[in-house]
């Protein structure tokens, strides 16, 4: 029998895992073996990731007041959440792969990655998008384009291309080298419009 003080217990790990995660997703299970779940945590845990299954009335009473409390809100069935301490896609990613391999046996419901809460839909998303170095070198390989044809070719105006690539040089992982071809990318341009420019001054003079 589960006392009021075993309840108790589970809510502060809760409250800790809470506090520590860079992300939560919420998962449902369908008839895992001991095995499986035990090889899926164990595969999870080598990566930095934490899954806990518990009631979901407890999960909702340590969420609440955390950036994670909208995703506790509505929860229905057997839950299991998945905490992310390190990376925040990864371990989704290794649940995603299990499934797979695994007919189908655990999904992704929702999940809480900085702050933004997403539906099904959205999460299955997110874990679809490429890692964060591959995302990178893409960015980095686009950046050796002056801001007007990276606008061209996302549609977006240069203005919100310069925006976006100023959030990117002061974000963690990959600064460096997003600012370096940042303003590699910035000089590129104005080198093009000082051309440009002088083009045009010339071709006044000539027509003088």
């Known amino acids: 029998m589960v006392t009021k003080s075993d309840k108790e217990k589970t809510v502060e790990e809760l409250k800790d895992k809470f506090s ?10 369908l008839g895992l073996s001991v095995e499986e779940i035990t090889n899926l945590r164990n595969e999870i845990r080598s990566i930095g990731g934490e899954f806990k299954i518990a009631k979901n009335t407890l999960f909702r009473i ?8 909208e995703l506790a809100s509505d929860l229905t069935g057997t839950t299991a959440f998945l905490f992310c301490y390190e990376d925040e896609v990864s371990p989704a990613s290794k649940v995603k792969d299990f499934s797979k391999e695994n007919e189908d046996k655990v999904s992704l419901e929702g999940a809480n990655i900085d702050g933004q809460t997403y539906d099904q839909a959205q999460t299955t998303k997110v874990i679809n998008l490429p890692a964060k170095e591959v995302l990178l070198s893409q960015i ?23 925006s976006l690539l100023k959030q990117l040089s002061e974000k ?8 370096e071809f940042s303003v590699a990318s910035e000089n590129k341009t104005v080198e093009s419009a000082s051309s440009a420019s002088e083009e045009e001054s010339s071709e006044g003079e000539n027509k003088e």
């Open 62 to 69: 340590a969420a609440k007041g955390t950036q994670f409390e």
């Open 140 to 162: 980095a390989g686009m950046l050796v384009q002056p801001t007007s044809q990276i606008a061209g070719m996302m549609g977006a105006s240069a203005s919100d291309i310069a």
């Open 20 to 29: 520590r995660a860079k992300s939560v997703y919420s998962t449902k299970q």
């Open 172 to 179: 963690g992982d990959g600064a460096k080298t997003v600012g």
